[in-house]
């Protein structure tokens, strides 16, 4: 988990460009009525943001020998739905945050009835672009099925019922094993299928290659929430983009809270482990991916 | 409008039983992990509801010669789509409303969380089906088509735009052409994909026969929500089901408002006659489809 070469870097920009581009030009414009929604889904998705999922998308589809202009709409789909999660999360109701990339949250820069649209029509949109973009593979059962992995990944057996779960625990103490399911489901799925996705955009994949992205794509999807929780444990407000300490002041059973800043990190290792060697039957064209995977639990933000 | 015949009124019956069926089928089961999400999904899309869209879907599949079986699993996917729309508009941040179909509403059985997660998860779980459900005509094109007509119908162009405009418009006077874009997407654009969703189900569908069903549609959309209005200028709460007078209490500009009762009834008329005239080409397969038409036009709740 050393800090990322020279060339990642380049390459990451290179990837979070053409995704702002890509985001872009796939929302409506801010001119165009309802001008106050189109405005405010535009503020939450465009200028900022990891683009993790994306990303992991975008690797994964090389390691396929993809085009990125062939994935570049269902990377689209994966951020918008993950951008509502956000603005719908961030609501009082739910946990109430101010501050998301550095920016005001959406409810607090347009209002809390604007950013409930936001979430909705953001989900839709994603739909929409995996049923229609004219950039994806010109086969309609790619497309089922990247809407299916999708649906599923976000519902109420995905990360809605995650964030549900995790709602109804705040201040109760889980087991390691609850907070490992918790987590599956609250991000892990979504991780997942960003990977799955990928695989999907290949109209007859190889079904070993497939098992051993389904392989790798799990336990990342674990790793990432846990480096997320120690970031949150670790890290200040500034680094972060949102407010620090926040899991501990609501009471959240994390891995930090329960094994420790040493044992979650040893657990990020053993789970990265465990999904390096699941990519071995892809070779060297996995290597991007795997600098991914590098770059995801070695991140400071 | 005259009542509704004996043998129609059964129909409906029906109609109403196999979708209870259907949406219960569907949704996780009430025991199963998140439960309180799972329940509330429950509470929400259960055991009340006109299922007005569903109908006038399995209304045109018959039109069109299909199965009730093979179009059933798109009627819930509207349906879900549908109850989502209502329990986000029922919160404190939209309209605030504690009744609907007679009972408290899905965030005041429940709670804010909850209700928001219950909309999230709903409109998920309808593009699931879209892409899954075993019943839907086995051509991955059609399934393709029920969710480009589905996303497009609800997202910021659609439905969520139409509620952003709405919001936008309280307490502003609206002309009746501005009125009726509004109508157009908030409600109308739902109803029109009810019967071009139907239209869809069908692998191959003549040009003619889908431009008659569009020239149904759209004017039945709108004629619906001006009938909506009457309603709740005409009748109480406990015929509703929900809050009557509301719209004026909150100065939203309807067609009662700017055209008077008379006006509006009239306007009605006239949308349904353009209505059906279009439906001319499907000749008497089509009277199921107009039956539904006159009932949705003289309703009383």
Redesign the interface.
């Known amino acids: 988990m050393s800090a990322a070469p020279e060339g990642f870097i380049a390459q990451l920009d290179q990837w979070r460009a053409r995704m702002e581009d890509a985001l872009s030009r796939r929302l409506?414009p801010p001119g165009?009525?309802?001008q106050?929604?189109?405005e405010a889904?535009r503020y939450s998705v465009l200028g900022g943001g990891k683009r993790v999922r994306p990303i992991l998308l975008l690797a994964t589809a090389r390691a396929l020998g993809l085009a990125e202009e062939q994935v570049e709409a269902a990377a689209c789909a994966l951020e918008l739905v993950h951008v509502?999660s956000l603005v719908?999360d961030d609501?009082p109701?739910?946990d109430d945050d101010d501050l998301r990339r550095g920016r005001p949250t959406c409810h607090k820069a347009f209002?809390?009835?604007?950013a409930?649209?936001v979430?909705?029509?953001l989900?839709?949109?994603a739909?929409?672009l995996?049923?229609?973009d004219p950039g994806l593979p010109d086969?309609?059962?790619v497309?089922?099925?990247l809407?299916?992995l999708?649906?599923?990944a976000?519902?109420?057996?995905?990360m809605?019922?995650g964030?549900?779960?995790d709602?109804?625990s705040e201040g109760r103490s889980l087991s390691i094993e609850q907070v490992e399911q918790l987590h599956s489901l609250k991000t892990g799925a979504l991780i997942r299928a960003s990977v799955m996705m990928g695989a999907a955009c290949v109209p007859a994949l190889d079904a070993r290659l497939e098992r051993a992205l389904a392989g790798f794509a799990a336990p990342i999807g674990l790793a990432f929430q846990i480096q997320d929780d120690l970031l949150d444990e670790l890290s200040d407000t500034a680094t972060l983009g949102k407010v620090a300490g926040a899991d501990r002041e609501r009471g959240k059973s994390t891995h930090p809270a329960i094994l420790g800043i040493a044992g979650s990190q040893e657990r990020v290792r053993t789970l990265s482990e465990a999904a390096l060697k699941s990519l071995e039957p892809l070779g060297a064209k996995a290597d991007a991916l795997r600098a991914v995977a590098d770059w995801l639990l070695a991140r400071r933000n």
Chains 1, 2 share one sequence.
Do not use: C, K, N, W
């Open positions: 409506p165009r009525l309802p106050r929604l189109h889904m509502y719908h609501l109701a739910m209002d809390e009835a604007t409930l649209l979430g909705d029509a989900q839709s949109l739909f929409e995996l049923a229609r086969a309609p059962a497309r089922v099925r809407v299916g999708l649906a599923e976000i519902g109420s057996l995905g809605a019922g964030q549900a779960i709602l109804q």
